[in-house]
C-alpha cells in the first residue's frame, strides 16, 4: 500500500529566516506531486505542483518555491520567510493520469513569529 | 475559472438525525468531483469520486450523488465520530495534471 510522510508536524520560525519542508511517498513510483497550503478559512490552495522529477510549476506567485530531486521527494522552501507563510502545509499525491484522486499528508503546521 | 460552493458552511446534528451537504459547483467540462474528510489538524482523508451526473457512491453511513450542477453527501444515522470537516473538490477536463479546486468545506459536528 502506499503512505505519503511530511515532516516536520510542527514548526515555528523567526520572520526572515529560511525554510525547509519535506515529503516523501511510499510505494508507487512516478506519482504525480502537490503542495498544498490551508488558512485559517479551511480552503486548500495549490501551491506547486509537479509531473516528474525536477519538473515543477506553480501556481500561484510567492515566497516559496518546491523542488523534486527524487521520483518520490517532494520539497517546499522558502529563503526568507514572512509573516502571511503561516499556515497547514498540505502534500499530495495521485496516479500520474489525471481523474484520479488525490492522496493527502498529514501536514505540517507553520507558524512564523 | 472553476468554482466550487459549499454550504452549509457549518451543520450541527443530533446523533441518528440524518441529513445532507451540498457543494454546487462550475466547471468547463466536469473530469471527476471528490469528497474528502478532514479531522482537525490532519490531512483531508479521501471518500469518493464521482464522474458523470446520476451516479452514486456509498461507504458505511455516507453516500455521495452528483447532478450536472452540484453534489450532495448524505448523512444516514450519524454518530459523534462522523464529525468532521467535509470537503468537495473538482477536475476539470481542461487539466493536464489533475489540479484539483476545492470548497471551503462543511464542518459537521454531530452530538451524542
Known amino acids: 500500500s502506499q503512505t505519503i510522510h511530511q515532516w516536520p508536524a510542527t514548526l515555528v520560525q523567526p520572520v526572515g529566516s529560511p525554510l525547509s519542508l519535506e515529503c516523501t511517498v511510499e510505494?508507487?513510483?512516478?506519482?504525480?506531486l502537490y503542495w498544498y497550503r490551508q488558512a485559517a478559512g479551511r480552503g486548500l490552495q495549490l501551491l506547486f505542483y509537479s509531473v516528474g522529477i525536477g519538473q515543477i510549476s506553480s501556481e500561484v506567485p510567492q515566497n516559496l518555491s518546491a523542488s523534486r530531486p527524487q521520483d518520490r521527494q517532494f520539497i517546499l522552501s522558502s529563503k526568507k520567510l514572512l509573516l502571511s507563510d503561516s499556515g497547514f502545509y498540505l502534500c499530495?499525491?495521485?496516479?500520474?493520469?489525471?481523474?484520479?484522486?488525490?492522496?493527502f499528508g498529514p501536514g505540517t503546521r507553520l507558524t512564523v513569529l | 475559472e472553476d468554482q466550487v460552493t459549499q454550504s452549509p458552511e457549518a451543520l450541527r446534528l443530533q446523533e441518528g438525525e440524518s441529513s445532507s451537504l451540498n457543494c454546487s459547483y462550475t466547471v468547463s467540462g466536469l473530469r471527476g468531483l471528490f469528497w474528502y474528510r478532514q479531522d482537525p489538524g490532519k490531512g483531508p482523508e479521501f471518500l469518493f469520486t464521482l464522474y458523470s451526473a446520476g451516479e452514486e457512491k456509498e461507504k458505511e453511513r455516507l453516500k455521495a450523488t452528483l447532478t450536472k450542477k452540484e453534489s450532495f453527501l448524505h448523512i444516514t444515522a450519524p454518530k459523534p465520530e462522523d464529525s468532521a470537516t467535509y470537503l468537495c473538490?473538482?477536475?476539470?477536463?481542461?487539466?493536464?495534471?489533475?489540479?484539483?479546486?476545492f470548497g471551503q468545506g462543511t464542518i459537521l459536528t454531530v452530538h451524542p
Open positions: 510505494g508507487t513510483s512516478n506519482p504525480n
Open positions: 499530495a499525491w495521485s496516479r500520474l493520469a489525471s481523474g484520479n484522486e488525490q492522496f
Open positions: 473538490a473538482v477536475q476539470s477536463l481542461s487539466t493536464s495534471y489533475g489540479k484539483l479546486t
